[in-house]
C-alpha cells in the first residue's frame, strides 16, 4: 500500500512539472506572438508611409 502511495505521490510530482513547462513555454508563445504583432505593425506602418 505504502508503494502505492509513494507511485501516486511521484506522478503527482511529475504533473507538476509537466503543468510548470507548459506554462512556461506557453508564456514564451504570448512573448513570441507579442513580438510578431509589434513587427507586423511596424511593417504595416512602413508600408502605409510608403
Known amino acids: 500500500m505504502t508503494e502505492g ?3 501516486i505521490a511521484g506522478l503527482a510530482g511529475e ?3 509537466v503543468a510548470g513547462s507548459v506554462l512556461s513555454a506557453s508564456g514564451d508563445l504570448s512573448r513570441q ?3 510578431m504583432r ?3 505593425g511596424r511593417f504595416l506602418a ?5
Open 5 to 7: 502511495m509513494g507511485a
Open 46 to 50: 512602413a508600408v502605409k508611409a510608403a
Open 33 to 35: 506572438a507579442a513580438a
Open 38 to 40: 509589434e513587427e507586423l
Open 15 to 17: 504533473n507538476r512539472e
